[in-house]
């Protein structure tokens, strides 16, 4: 039987071209004057750690909320005592989602804030612009908010980690999904014309490839789609599925509308938040459009339990965080996104040791992130060769603003690697809502 769950938090991913890194400085890595040749960012009872984030901007619904989240989790760790003594001091900046912006701001984190480590940085092409320089200044790049396979090059860069499920696998998992349950479906792809769309697309080629009649694809930096939608409509597909961000998911359901198109629709997680995408479909037919139900029947994927799923024990655990530490609003599925990303966070610094630095950070990560159970359905894939994030996800159809599970949690790695079901049950969270990760060292 079909099990009942709720909606997971959307994730995030690029809207816009890679922009390359102009401005480097350098003096900022491994040791700080200012402490006295302490580690930087880091104090006998403090650890300073940033992100940037569009607080402003095109990007901002939703998005902003998740440095909300996880300031809401820090501050619930700091209220019990923090991580080997030390409190975690968070600080973000806002970039706009402007690459170039982001060149600056994460300048002023590395070199005024001095921060320990960067935490959960949002997008793609913004944070492709600042990976040489965090590299050159030797700080740990933790849990870039984004799946692109970018953020797994160890050799390159060893100190830059993913955290979400990336494309590649979630296309996968989709494909294989779709060829088994609608195989004689006549699919289209409709996909951001970036590394986004591209490695969705490789992932589902691996399983759809015989069954893909069409592919457009669109630019984010313009808004009219109906010129694509009208190419997949004229190829007769009844499926299709989009690697979208939730402004070209609300866009494409209302450019469909207007064409009379009904196909099945399959989104990626990035762009399935039913509640940010109605929203912005209401906001885009200025209102002729009801968003209540705008993406009912749509599939998606989940690697993490919404915030509607009330009986979800860490939806619970948020929830509580929330009411004692979180700012105006309400919970949303993007601050369970941060504050999950900060769970994982925290299972790094107790990993890490009392003897913090940013080298042992890292080394902890690849000795030990593997085996960190926390709020993701699948694991993580960290290792001395791996710095990809969670392994899986779950195929599931909208209702509303929940869903219905399709298939449960399943695993795979990049490549040719197969598709097999996870096994063993989702833990609950600890009862004081924080990690117990012994030191690896």
């Not at 399983?207 to 313009?222: F, G, H, K, S, W």
């Not at 024990?313 to 530490?325: A, C, F, I, Q, T």
């Not at 769970?343 to 790094?348: D, G, L």
């Not at 890292?362 to 710095?387: I, K, M, N, W």
């Amino acid at each position: 039987m079909r099990q009942r769950l709720r909606r997971r938090g959307a994730v995030v991913t690029a809207l816009a071209a890679i922009v390359a890194l102009t401005a480097s400085a350098c003096g900022a890595g491994g040791r700080s004057e200012s402490d006295g040749g302490g580690e930087v960012g880091v104090t006998g009872d403090s650890v300073t750690v940033g992100g940037h984030f569009p607080l402003t901007g095109v990007a901002a619904p939703g998005y902003s909320d998740i440095p909300t989240g996880t300031k809401a989790y820090f501050d619930y760790v700091n209220a019990n005592g923090g991580v080997h003594g030390r409190t975690i001091d968070y600080v973000y900046r806002d970039d706009a989602y402007n690459p170039t912006n982001t060149s600056q701001v994460v300048n002023e984190l590395v070199l005024q804030d001095e921060i320990f480590a960067m935490l959960g940085g949002l997008g793609t092409p913004t944070h492709s612009a600042v990976l040489d320089f965090l590299d050159d200044n030797e700080v740990p790049d933790l849990f870039v908010s984004s799946g692109s396979l970018l953020w797994d090059q160890p050799e390159t860069y060893p100190r830059t980690f993913g955290w979400q499920s990336d494309y590649e696998i979630e296309g996968k998992i989709i494909g294989k999904y779709l060829a088994e349950n609608h195989p004689d479906a006549r699919v289209g792809l409709f996909l951001q014309d970036d590394d986004f769309g591209e490695d969705g697309e490789k992932g589902l080629r691996a399983y759809l490839d015989d069954q893909i009649v069409a592919t457009e694809r669109y630019a984010p930096t313009n808004n009219d789609v109906a010129p694509q939608l009208s190419a997949l409509q004229a190829a007769d597909v009844d499926l299709v599925v989009g690697f979208t961000v939730p402004s070209y998911t609300a866009l494409s359901q209302l450019a469909a509308m207007r064409l009379g198109f009904e196909p099945q629709w399959v989104y990626s997680n990035v762009g399935s938040d039913p509640a940010l995408v109605g929203s912005l479909l209401a906001r885009f037919s200025e209102g002729a459009v009801d968003d209540a139900g705008s993406l009912d029947g749509a599939i998606t994927t989940e690697y993490l339990a919404g915030v509607d799923d009330t009986d979800d024990p860490w939806v619970r655990l948020w929830r509580k965080v929330w009411s004692e530490h979180g700012g105006e609003g309400e919970l949303t599925n993007y601050r369970v996104y941060g504050m999950a990303q900060a769970y994982t966070f925290v299972q790094a610094l107790q990993a890490a040791g009392p003897e913090l630095t940013r080298e042992g950070l890292v080394d902890a990560l690849e000795r030990a992130g593997g085996e960190f159970a926390g709020p993701t359905l699948a694991p993580f894939r960290y290792g001395p060769d791996s710095h990809a994030g969670v392994g899986g996800v779950r195929v599931a159809e909208i209702t509303g603003e929940s869903s219905i599970e399709l298939a449960p949690v399943q695993v795979t790695d990049n490549g040719d690697a197969p598709i097999t079901p996870l096994e063993g049950e989702h833990a609950p969270p600890p009862e004081d809502g924080i990690p117990d990760v012994a030191p690896v060292g």
